[in-house]
Each structure stands twice: as C-alpha cells, then as structure tokens.
C-alpha cells in the first residue's frame, strides 16, 4: 500500500545551497521575470517542495526552474514525472492480474494504424495522454467524435451505438482502461477548450461505459469494481460539461446518474465527487439549502478516506451554499475549516480529479462566497490572488477567474480595472468555449455600461459586443 507520507527532494535543497528559502524565492521570481513567467513563489513555497509535498511543479513552474537549471531535467531537480502525478488512482487497490487473451469467438481490439487514423492517433497517445495536452492532433480527433471512435475501438465495437454492445460479453481489462482514459481525456481538453463544444461528444462513451455495466460479464470483482467507479467518474465528466455549459438540468441528471452507480457499487470516492458537483450544481441553480445538505453529505462520504484536501472542497462547497443563504457566521466556519483541511497538504489518497483543486481553486471559491454576500472588494481581492496564482496552461480556469474578478471589481467601483480584467478574458476567448465564461462577461458589461464614458470601458464594451455579434 502507498503511503501518504512526503518523501524529502534532498536533490532541491541542494541546488537552493547556502540561499536562505526567502532568498531562493527570490531567485526564481526574477528567473521568471527574465523568460516572462509569472509565478507566486516565496519561502513556503520553496518549504514545501523541499519537503516533498509538491512532487511535480506546475507547468509555468517548471519552464522557470529549467531556466534557472539549464541541462537538468525534472527528475534532475527531485521531481517525479507528471503523469505519475497525475495519473494516481482515486484510491489504493492492488492492480489484477493480466487478461487471458479473448476467446477467437470475441473480437480483439484493434492495432494501433496509420498516423493517418484519427483513432489511431488517439490510441497512440494513450499511454502518454497527460503528456501531450497541448496536442492539435488529440483536440481535433475529440471534436470529430473521438471518444467515441477510441471507446469503441477499445471495447471491440466498431462503430456500432451503444445498444449494440453484445451480451453476454466478458469485460476485462481493456474494456475498464478505456472508460478510465474516456474520463481523462474528457478532463485533460475542458481544462484547455472548455466545455461548450465537447459536451455532445462526451455523452456517447458515457452511453457505452453503462451498456458495459448493463451486460454484467466481468471477470473478477475488481474489474467490476473499477468498471463501476469508471462509469461513474465518467458520468460526473459529463454532467460536469453540461453543467459548465449552462444545461443545468442534463447536469443533475447525470450527477444523479454517478450518485446511484456509488451507492450501488459502495463506493465513497466516488460518492463523495458525485455529491461535492451536486452541492456545486445547486448553488449556481439557486438551491442553496440543497448546496449546504448536499456537501455535508460529500464530507460523510469523505470521511472514510485520507483526504483532506477533498475535505477542503467540500467545505468550500458548504460555504458557498451559506453564502447564497445569507449566513456570514456559517459562511465563515465553512471557509474557515477549508482553509484548514487545506493546510494539511496534498495525499496519495487525493482522488485524480482533484488535480485542478490548488490555491488558486481555493482563492476562487472563496471570492464567490464573498460575492453572495456582497463584499465586493474582498471578492475581488480573492478573484485576483486566483488569477496571479493559475498556472496559465489551464486556460479555461484562467478565463474564468479573470471573469470573476472583472466582475467584482465592476461591481465595487472600480470600473478602469473591470475593463482590463475583462480584456484579458476576451483574449483569451478564442481557445475556451465556456457559457459560464460568457455569462460572467456579459454580467461585467452590463454593470458597466453607466460607466461607459471611461475610455477603457468603452474600449471593453465595444470589443464585447463586436466578440457577442462574431458568434
């Protein structure tokens, strides 16, 4: 079993020398400064990694610290690789042992074709999918129905719906990894492009993920058990691009859809994420007595594992809830015992979709519980922190916590710095399709319009208009 237990990046502490933590900080500001980056660091951040509790540097992080380290490579530096990070299970099970081959009678997976191949192209990737985020090639196969050709390709299906799926058929281990690289993939793309345009292709591998789970030919338990946690995950992706993408009732149906298959299944992980999007779902539908239940529902779930950063969440999740409801006091308890959860650091036991929750996640979420209760300046004190600390390779968050601070400082006077916030999210537009992006945008304009004398604002709110009209 892993343990959650930091191990010491000795190999770091050594490149610091005799600079105290502060004075290496330092350094890395001005290294980043000198390549254009813009990062955060100071004497806790370069604590932690020490420690090892950062095991993997963000991406403008690390294009700093090769800078800084001209010929050294990540692991040079103490680091482990990225798709280790990011790859971790959402909790520790021992890996089954290999599939028999299939039976002649079944049929056999594809081999890999032609660069040529859209599917092909995909399958390629596949084992260094986290790896190649940026990829033109991997986008574009997606937003032609990739998932689908790669989920029935991986499943044996041809192109066959999924009505089609043969039953009884045994579902082994190539079945199971092909929902589990459907919902990384899914994950990887909205954190680039957003959710607008992926959402229609995603439901089509969620409908073959649960024909598999309706044919009920497993092999063993634990291919039971991952095709269920599998199938769930990849449900709450889906409810997740609806949900984003404005279609609010598709979401609860979907997040609905992950809750029963956990309760089914006894699994707590993945309850705990269903419930923790549910929570997120009815604040932004108005439901914040739902938001409140839901969340402290997730934090039971949690509690039988060791993570106390999905803790932090879900407290998160809570204050936002007591913010819509106009309750300061529980509002302030909620967000205090987050910060709290939070301090306690990262775990192996931290589920992989986490890997978006860092401090910039936490800074946002904070400045929308502010928000709900009208301070708006602490809000847009927090919605800033979020976009100087996001790593600008997830640049559908990047957007978006801009957004928010346009928004706040709009709506708390400050009108020449809402218009620059806002320009930047309309630069950034092209790449990230997002309708809650839009809405925020079109909220920021419209608080700015009695201000529309201001060269800058004018300047914004024209180019707004001229982006809504070219849509």
Not at 112 to 117: C, F, K
Not at 187 to 192: P, S
Not at 222 to 248: C, M, P, Q
Not at 272 to 287: I, V
């Amino acid at each position: 079993m892993a343990s959650s237990r930091a191990v010491p990046n000795h190999a770091f502490r050594r490149l610091r020398a005799q600079r105290s933590p502060a004075e290496f900080a330092a350094a890395v500001r001005r290294a980043a400064r000198e390549i254009g980056e813009h990062v955060a660091c100071d004497a806790r951040y370069v604590g932690r990694v020490e420690a090892g509790e950062i095991r993997c540097p963000n991406y403008a992080y690390e294009r700093v610290f090769l800078h800084m380290f001209p010929g050294l490579t990540l692991k040079d530096l103490g680091f482990s690789a990225r798709e280790e990070v990011r790859g971790r299970a959402a909790r520790i099970m021992a890996e089954p042992p290999p599939l028999p081959p299939p039976p002649p009678s079944l049929p056999l997976p594809p081999a890999p074709v032609s660069d040529t191949s859209t599917a092909g192209a995909i399958r390629d990737t596949s084992e260094t999918s986290d790896t190649n985020e940026e990829s033109d090639v991997l986008r574009r196969a997606f937003m032609t129905s990739g998932p689908v050709t790669v989920m029935a390709a991986s499943l044996g299906l041809g192109g066959a719906p999924a009505a089609a799926v043969p039953a009884p058929r045994r579902v082994g281990e190539t079945e199971v990894a092909a929902v589990e690289e459907a919902v990384r993939r899914i994950r990887l793309l909205d954190d680039r492009h957003g959710a607008d345009g992926l959402y229609r292709q995603a439901t089509r591998p969620l409908r073959v993920a649960y024909a598999l789970l309706d044919a009920g030919a497993t092999t063993r338990q634990t291919t039971a058990d991952r095709l269920h946690s599998g199938a769930g995950e990849l449900s709450i992706s889906v409810g997740w691009l609806a949900h984003d993408s404005g279609r609010f009732e598709d979401a609860r149906s979907h997040y609905a859809e992950a809750l029963a298959t956990a309760r089914v299944a006894a699994d707590p992980a993945l309850e705990a994420h269903a419930f923790c999007n549910m929570s997120f779902l009815a604040r932004d539908s108005g439901r914040c007595r739902e938001a409140v239940r839901a969340a402290q529902a997730g934090a039971r779930a949690a509690a039988q594992l060791a993570s106390p950063r999905l803790l932090s969440l879900l407290a998160l999740r809570e204050a936002g809830g007591w913010a819509g409801l106009g309750d300061r006091t529980n509002c302030e308890r909620a967000l205090s015992l987050a910060h709290g959860f939070f301090e306690r650091g990262p775990s192996d036991a931290d589920p992989e979709w986490m890997s978006f929750f860092g401090e910039p996640e936490l800074e946002s979420q904070e400045a929308l519980c502010h928000e709900a209760l009208g301070d708006w300046a602490r809000a847009a004190r927090h919605a800033y922190r979020a976009t100087v600390l996001q790593d600008p390779h997830f640049a559908r968050n990047l957007a978006l916590y801009r957004a928010e601070l346009s928004t706040d400082l709009a709506r708390a006077g400050s009108p020449d710095a809402a218009a620059v916030a806002g320009h930047q999210v309309l630069d950034l537009l092209d790449g990230v399709q997002s309708s809650r992006i839009h809405t925020r945008l079109a909220t920021t304009a419209r608080v700015l319009l009695p201000q529309r004398r201001l060269p800058e604002v004018s300047a914004f709110l024209d180019r707004h208009a001229a982006t809504n009209a070219g849509t």
